[in-house]
């Protein structure tokens, strides 16, 4: 088992001094143009978010064209007030049609079809005094041409929307500065130009991780700063997934504003990375019928929609070799497809384009159950055909995933049930959801594998027997297919089982998202890729997830491995800003080839992250433990920073570091 080398850092806080460092009072601001949306347009939350959104987006953006000080704020916002409805409808609403075009999912260009309709019904009155209100504060103006303001700004205005339903909960900036920090350092100390790294964020929220990404990278290479390169830089080197089509609406809106990258954020389940090919019983159907009635499915198409036709006209050939591949396996009790390859990704794609095509879903069987693996785009085809179009090496893998799932194991709706995956064929693509710990299993489970094996029913003598302390279906020859999936490009291969009936055979039949979001993020880094995450403590700590720790981070069999690299553990509280009452941690880890039996890891404690954790506004405090954890790790990888004596004297002293009040805090 690795052992845990710890920081120095641990401690107790005090509030922040009023105006001290962080002169500006954002959260003021966006209640005050609440107060005023409410008053006039009876719009609150997603209602005033919707309102809100383009007005800051547009100024910020036009602002910074235009040379990007707080003049520039100033004059923006006095020819927008010389005629406001001009600037509704020529300036806004035009802002967001461009967003629109482009995104390429209809529910999200549905969501930015009901902003542009909330900024057209708005009232010439009110956004005049929104308008206003930015012209008289000073504070506001600065806000909107610095990206770390800029920021706070955003999350205060998605907040009340999106306070921990689903277990969504947004990141806060101090916690996104120390996991750039510290991420950044690492590809730094390994030779690699953060400039060069691919960055992933499954759950992008208001997409803060990929912004704050961006800053950083203007700040260190100036040459990015000029738009048309910035917008290059996005383009190739940062990525996001969302599930909910309003947090991709808005993660568009803040990528438009630091830069675009705009066409590299999907709605897509995160969790879903395989695709349709999983319900193997429905795949074999619906290629089955593909053979047989293709052609005159086809000319039925052609007759009532040629745009549909001649979009998958082309997947034909490598459906037909899928089907080739996919049923002779079958004969062979093994599929085995490579999921990098052009016979995978046009099956998939096929599906993806059918699920709307009324004659195709009544004439080929299978295809209405596969449509929901593929309503969305699979992660598998984002990574080896969207992603990759403008960044070929996408292909091979991101660098870095930095992100914050879905915490928690049970939601607040009805059925308290949607942190919870119990879906078989999102299951099934997990080894988590394949394998079961020795230690875990009853007596009666034990002895009859034993029986089955031929040796003693106890944990160790079966784990000698198997050569490993985990059960899989294989073990128990509880299954008749196979379907191997390897992914050439990456380097892992991964089995799924399935019975007689070509259901999946699963040991688990449920597991937390943010559990199985630990495999996943595995999945789609290179070899020696990081993974940057907040988690539920308890992953990390309950008795009951011990199998979850060592079947990641321990086990030798699995398709991916992780090696630790830091554990963060936060305050009880620091999301509570967000009305969560998770305890959390920040994991930082990496794909690796083997795990050594034997190596070091970075621990911290944080109690205290610059910000009032009792605070429904997590309100600043002087406190801060992250920038003393940041030096503790940068000296720790050997890259011992400059300003480390003086922090570790200034926090001994006040709990506080100047580098990061300097760097971080103050707006020049």
Same mark, same amino acid.
């Given at each position: 088992?690795?052992?845990?080398?710890?920081?120095?850092?641990?401690?107790?806080?005090?509030?922040?001094?009023?105006?001290?460092?962080v002169?500006?009072?954002i959260?003021?601001?966006?209640?005050?143009?609440?107060?005023?949306?409410?008053?006039r347009?009876?719009?609150?939350?997603?209602?005033?978010?919707?309102?809100?959104?383009?007005?800051?987006?547009y100024?910020?953006?036009?602002?910074?064209?235009?040379?990007?000080?707080?003049?520039?704020?100033?004059?923006?916002?006095?020819?927008?007030?010389?005629?406001?409805?001009?600037?509704?409808?020529?300036?806004?609403?035009?802002?967001?049609m461009?967003?629109?075009?482009?995104?390429?999912?209809?529910?999200?260009?549905?969501?930015?079809?009901?902003?542009?309709?909330?900024?057209?019904?708005?009232?010439?009155?009110?956004?005049?005094?929104?308008l206003?209100?930015?012209?008289?504060?000073?504070?506001?103006?600065?806000?909107?041409?610095?990206?770390?303001?800029?920021?706070?700004?955003?999350?205060?205005?998605?907040?009340?929307?999106?306070?921990?339903?689903?277990g969504?909960?947004?990141?806060?900036?101090?916690?996104?500065?120390?996991?750039?920090?510290?991420?950044?350092?690492?590809?730094?100390a390994?030779?690699?130009?953060?400039?060069?790294?691919?960055?992933?964020?499954?759950?992008?929220?208001?997409?803060?991780?990929?912004?704050?990404?961006?800053?950083?990278?203007?700040?260190?290479?100036?040459?990015?700063?000029?738009?048309?390169?910035?917008?290059?830089?996005?383009?190739?080197?940062?990525?996001?997934?969302?599930?909910?089509?309003?947090?991709?609406?808005?993660?568009?809106?803040?990528?438009?504003?630091?830069?675009?990258?705009?066409?590299?954020?999907f709605?897509?389940?995160?969790?879903?990375?395989?695709?349709?090919?999983?319900?193997?019983?429905?795949?074999?159907?619906f290629?089955?019928?593909?053979?047989?009635?293709?052609?005159?499915?086809?000319?039925?198409?052609?007759?009532?929609?040629t745009v549909v036709?001649?979009?998958?006209?082309?997947?034909?050939?490598?459906?037909?070799?899928?089907?080739?591949?996919?049923?002779?396996?079958?004969e062979?009790?093994?599929?085995?497809?490579?999921?990098?390859?052009?016979?995978?990704?046009?099956?998939?794609?096929?599906?993806?384009?059918?699920?709307?095509?009324?004659?195709?879903?009544?004439?080929?069987?299978?295809?209405?159950?596969?449509?929901?693996?593929?309503?969305?785009?699979?992660?598998?085809?984002?990574?080896?055909?969207?992603?990759?179009?403008?960044?070929?090496?996408?292909?091979?893998?991101?660098?870095?995933?930095?992100?914050?799932?879905?915490?928690?194991?049970?939601?607040?709706?009805?059925?308290?049930?949607?942190?919870?995956?119990?879906?078989?064929?999102?299951?099934?693509?997990?080894?988590?959801?394949?394998?079961?710990?020795?230690?875990?299993?009853?007596?009666?489970?034990?002895?009859e594998?034993?029986?089955?094996?031929?040796?003693? +029913?106890?944990?160790?003598? $079966?784990?000698? !027997? &198997?050569?490993?302390?985990?059960?899989? %279906?294989?073990?128990?020859?509880? =299954? /008749?297919?196979?379907?191997?999936?390897?992914?050439?490009?990456?380097?892992?291969?991964?089995?799924?089982?399935y019975?007689?009936?070509?259901?999946?055979?699963?040991?688990?039949?449920?597991?937390p998202?943010?559990?199985?979001?630990?495999?996943?993020?595995?999945?789609?880094?290179?070899?020696?890729?990081?993974?940057?995450?907040?988690?539920?403590?308890?992953?990390?700590?309950?008795?009951?997830?011990?199998?979850?720790?060592?079947?990641?981070?321990? +086990?030798?069999?699995?398709? $991916?491995?992780? !090696? &630790?690299?830091?554990?963060?553990?936060? %305050?009880?509280?620091?999301?509570? =800003? /967000?009305?969560?009452?998770?305890?959390?941690?920040?994991?930082?880890?990496?794909r690796?080839?083997?795990?050594?039996?034997?190596?070091?890891?970075?621990?911290?404690?944080?109690?205290?992250?610059?910000?009032?954790?009792?605070?429904k506004?997590?309100?600043?405090?002087?406190?801060?433990?992250?920038?003393?954890?940041?030096?503790?790790?940068?000296?720790?990888?050997?890259?011992?920073?400059?300003y480390?004596?003086?922090?570790?004297?200034e926090?001994?002293?006040?709990?506080?570091?100047?580098?990061?009040?300097?760097?971080?805090?103050?707006?020049?």
């Amino acid at each position: 088992m690795p052992s845990e080398k710890k920081s120095k850092v641990k401690s107790t806080l005090v509030r922040y001094m009023k105006n001290a460092s962080v002169p500006i009072n954002i959260y003021e601001f966006v209640d005050r143009v609440h107060n005023i949306l409410y008053k006039r347009e009876g719009a609150g939350g997603l209602d005033a978010a919707k309102r809100l959104l383009p007005i800051i987006g547009y100024i910020a953006k036009k602002a910074r064209e235009q040379g990007g000080a707080e003049q520039t704020v100033v004059s923006v916002v006095k020819y927008m007030l010389e005629d406001v409805r001009r600037a509704r409808d020529q300036e806004l609403i035009p802002f967001i049609m461009v967003l629109s075009s482009h995104v390429s999912d209809e529910a999200v260009k549905k969501f930015l079809q009901s902003m542009a309709d909330a900024i057209r019904g708005l009232g010439h009155a009110t956004l005049e005094e929104v308008l206003k209100t930015i012209e008289e504060n000073t504070d506001v103006q600065k806000a909107l041409i610095h990206y770390d303001a800029l920021g706070a700004l955003f999350e205060k205005m998605v907040y009340e929307a999106f306070k921990g339903g689903a277990g969504q909960y947004l990141t806060h900036r101090n916690l996104v500065i120390a996991m750039r920090e510290i991420a950044w350092a690492q590809f730094e100390a390994e030779g690699i130009s953060p400039a060069n790294v691919k960055v992933y964020d499954p759950c992008a929220g208001s997409a803060r991780f990929l912004t704050f990404w961006l800053e950083k990278i203007v700040k260190a290479f100036p040459e990015h700063r000029e738009p048309s390169r910035l917008r290059d830089y996005a383009e190739k080197h940062l990525f996001a997934t969302d599930l909910f089509e309003e947090m991709v609406s808005i993660s568009s809106v803040n990528m438009m504003i630091y830069g675009n990258g705009v066409s590299n954020i999907f709605r897509a389940d995160a969790t879903n990375h395989f695709g349709p090919i999983v319900n193997l019983k429905a795949s074999r159907e619906f290629l089955k019928s593909f053979r047989e009635k293709w052609d005159s499915v086809k000319r039925g198409a052609r007759a009532t929609s040629t745009v549909v036709v001649e979009s998958i006209e082309h997947l034909e050939k490598n459906t037909y070799r899928f089907a080739d591949i996919l049923l002779e396996g079958l004969e062979r009790k093994t599929v085995e497809v490579d999921v990098a390859s052009d016979e995978f990704l046009g099956f998939t794609a096929m599906v993806h384009a059918l699920r709307k095509d009324e004659g195709a879903l009544i004439a080929l069987e299978g295809l209405k159950d596969l449509v929901r693996l593929a309503e969305l785009p699979p992660i598998a085809y984002l990574l080896k055909k969207r992603w990759s179009e403008r960044n070929s090496g996408v292909r091979r893998g991101f660098d870095l995933v930095l992100t914050n799932p879905p915490m928690g194991r049970a939601g607040r709706g009805e059925g308290r049930g949607e942190l919870l995956i119990s879906d078989k064929d999102t299951l099934a693509q997990y080894a988590l959801a394949q394998n079961v710990w020795l230690h875990d299993m009853s007596r009666g489970e034990l002895q009859e594998l034993a029986k089955k094996l031929g040796t003693p +029913a106890n944990p160790e003598r $079966v784990a000698d !027997k &198997l050569g490993r302390e985990w059960v899989t %279906p294989e073990d128990y020859g509880s =299954y /008749t297919y196979k379907l191997v999936l390897r992914d050439s490009e990456l380097g892992w291969s991964y089995t799924i089982y399935y019975d007689s009936g070509l259901e999946p055979v699963l040991l688990h039949d449920k597991l937390p998202i943010q559990v199985v979001m630990l495999e996943q993020f595995l999945r789609v880094v290179r070899l020696g890729g990081k993974v940057f995450t907040v988690i539920d403590v308890g992953v990390l700590n309950n008795p009951g997830d011990e199998w979850v720790r060592r079947l990641l981070f321990t +086990a030798k069999h699995t398709p $991916v491995k992780a !090696k &630790l690299k830091a554990v963060i553990e936060l %305050p009880h509280g620091a999301f509570y =800003y /967000t009305g969560a009452g998770t305890k959390t941690a920040l994991l930082f880890y990496e794909r690796v080839e083997d795990i050594p039996d034997d190596y070091e890891f970075f621990v911290a404690l944080a109690e205290h992250v610059g910000y009032d954790i009792h605070s429904k506004d997590a309100e600043p405090t002087k406190e801060n433990d992250l920038p003393l954890i940041i030096a503790e790790y940068l000296k720790w990888i050997g890259r011992e920073p400059e300003y480390y004596d003086k922090c570790l004297e200034e926090w001994k002293k006040e709990r506080t570091c100047s580098w990061w009040v300097q760097e971080f805090e103050v707006v020049r």
